[in-house]
């Protein structure tokens, strides 16, 4: 947070500075923060990494620019373009650099929260490492007990943070350790989707009552509606001149059908029909299978469209008709969809809201081909389900162009 606000006041102040013009100032530090935040700069990893600070505020800055742009041309106002340029190239030379050095230093000074975890270590310690990891270690687990009131007397005065990990467990010390007022108390779920921002299928097991609960509150808002369909119209105009030219490659290379059509399972397990260019060879059986294992199959022109997702780009006709939704979980074909019903608890949750052309698994997660990354895909599922607002949408649709830059997510 801190990040974030100095390098808005710092992208305001120079611009302002160099170009005299405090509407341009802000606008374009406003577009620059947003496009640096969905770009991933501020994610830990990015944070420690200087030459990808350096990149994601150049293509940032590419962005702000374009967006700005846009914004004045509506006015009928022309930005000065080389006062902007100049105020965004000192801009490159500081705001890198200080989040770099500013990471390095928070992760030096400060304490790490040391945690008494009630629960059984060897059903939680794989969880529990990777939020360590994930936070650089910030949060410690150092300790575990499957209490009875003993273990839990004997252990509890030497930490000041406890962590309900179970909380069947929990219940049969809850009295004893809500004497220790000066303790803080703290759950699983919280830690685990503030750090790891998906929801561990372990961390559900240990809560069932309390995410069923939730996930059976999913629905959408009318919002929600709204930016579909305005989404869906943008979206068919912006690239009917790239669907009719890859149409077009897809006849001659591999001749007609250019649309490829398959059921799909959508919200509250219903069939829907799902349409996208066709970018492999036409399939000589109906055997569903993942995208891995037909690598041979692949057109040239699908190495194009399939990593940058024109291919996709037809399913704005799925969501003007309401089967799908700009932001949702990715729709499944569905034999792979009965199969993980039965494998994977929780799977039919996925199915509460409409599924989407981009997703939260999509920019947080790579393409899954196995059984685990099934799994892993689905606990990003599961964290939308649970929390998506129209604002995380949003974040959703500016980080795919982020995925798409980067080639994350699509085979």
Known sequence: MFL???DIALAIGLTYFITDELILSAILSGVLSISLFAFRSYDPENLENFYEQLV???????????????????FRTRIPYHRTIASLGLLFLTIPFFNFIFSKAMVKYIRPKKYLVIGREEELKEVLNEITEKTNGKYIFQDFVNPSPATVAQ???????????????????????????????????TIAEKVLMRIPIVVID?????????????????????????????????????????????????????VFKQLRIGKNNKEFLLVKL???????????????????RILKIGKIIRPTRIDESLQFWNILKGDMSIVGPRPEQ???????????????????????????????YQYSSTLEEVKRKLEYDLYYIKNRSTLMDLRIILQTIEAVFWRRGAR
């Open 4 to 6: 974030t606000t100095f």
């Open 56 to 74: 994601r505020f150049f293509v940032a800055s590419i962005l702000s620019v374009l967006v700005t742009s846009l914004i004045y041309s509506i």
């Open 155 to 189: 252990k509890i005065t030497q930490y000041d943070h406890i962590l309900i990990g179970d909380y069947e467990l929990y219940k049969h010390a809850e009295e004893l350790i809500k004497n220790y007022g000066t303790k803080t108390i703290e759950y699983l779920p």
């Open 206 to 258: 240990k809560f069932r009552e309390y995410y069923e609960i939730e996930f059976e509150k999913a629905k959408e808002s009318p919002t929600k509606r709204i930016i579909d369909v305005i989404g869906g119209i943008i979206g068919l105009i912006l690239f009917s001149p790239l669907i009719l030219i890859s149409s077009l490659i897809i006849l001659i290379e591999d001749g007609a059908p250019v």
């Open 278 to 296: 066709r970018s492999m060879r036409k399939q000589t059986d109906g055997n569903a299978k993942f995208a891995d294992q037909e690598k041979d």
């Open 334 to 364: 569905i034999p792979f969809v009965r199969e993980f019903e039965q494998k994977i608890p929780y799977y039919p949750y996925r199915h509460k809201l409409k599924p989407g052309l981009t997703g939260w698994a999509q920019i947080m």
